[in-house]
Nanobody, 114 residues
Framework: VQLVESGGGLVQPGGSLRLSCAASGFTFRSYTMSWYRQAPGKERELVAAITGAGGVRNYADSVKGRFSISRDNEKNMVYLQMNSLNPEDTAVYYC????????WGQGTQVTVSS
């Protein structure tokens, strides 16, 4: 199993970013995919999750209405569209899948700052 994130960077408050996660090594469409984040000095937290067929999506309260998770089962990709970013969203964002075990990507840094 391999998960590779991309799309992080520096953005001003109020801006947007789209994170991508390329998955391989498992039957992608069969598994829930999640995005987590970890800010400095804080525990890793669940940001959003989407079921295999994409029919159910869940979000942390802190990102509801601003972030949107989606997936493309033909391309084995999962995305996180992040709008109205604020400095509290600054963190390393990780793609996660629980297949036979827990698998994490390497993470992508998102920094929201003016």
């Amino acid at each position: 199993v391999q998960l590779v994130e991309s799309g992080g960077g520096l953005v001003q408050p109020g801006g947007s970013l789209r994170l991508s996660c390329a998955a391989s090594g498992f039957t992608f469409r069969s598994y829930t995919m999640s995005w987590y984040r970890q800010a400095p000095g804080k525990e890793r937290e669940l940001v959003a999750a989407i079921t295999g067929a994409g029919g159910v999506r869940n979000y942390a309260d802190s990102v509801k209405g601003r972030f949107s998770i989606s997936r493309d089962n033909e391309k084995n990709m999962v995305y996180l569209q992040m709008n109205s970013l604020n400095p509290e969203d600054t963190a390393v964002y990780y793609c996660y899948a629980r297949v036979s075990a827990s698998y994490w990507g390497q993470g992508t840094q998102v920094t929201v700052s003016s």
